[in-house]
């Protein structure tokens, strides 16, 4: 009843640029953050990034400063511009969120994911 969909990843060369979007569709009543995890072959799964309904947003030290993250609250959607991309970049990318949805009988909360969409940096 909840969908989380991603788009926007690619291939690309050291030193450009992607943005990433995700889109939360059903019979979402609210979510509170949002965000974007990474994970690369051999690692573990690690925050990106994170953005509160309020705006507040939080980041992983190794994005400060080139990678931004925003929402549209009026569309459910949040975005991750990514600058300066550096190999180490290279990831399957997910995004979350976390939020209230009505199934027609009560609400359900908790954490949705989408499917991933892999970002290549290359040297």
């Known amino acids: 009843q909840v969908q989380l969909v991603e788009s926007g990843g690619g291939l690309v060369q050291a030193g450009g640029s992607l943005r990433l979007s995700c889109a939360a569709s059903?019979?979402?009543?609210?979510?509170?953050?949002m965000g974007w995890f990474r994970q690369a072959p051999g690692k573990q799964r690690e925050l990106v990034a994170a953005?509160?309904?309020?705006?507040?947003?939080n980041y992983a030290d190794s994005v400060k400063g080139r990678f931004t993250i925003s929402r549209d609250n009026a569309k459910n959607t949040v975005y991750l511009q990514m600058n300066s991309l550096k190999p180490e970049d290279t990831a399957v990318y997910y995004c979350?969120?976390?939020?209230?949805?009505?199934?027609?009988?009560?609400?359900?909360?908790?954490?949705?994911w989408g499917q991933g969409t892999q970002v290549t940096v290359s040297s």
């Open positions: 979350y969120a976390d939020l209230t949805y009505y199934t027609g009988i009560r609400y359900n909360a908790g954490d949705y």
């Open positions: 059903g019979s979402i009543s609210r979510i509170n953050s």
């Open positions: 953005i509160t309904s309020g705006g507040s947003t």
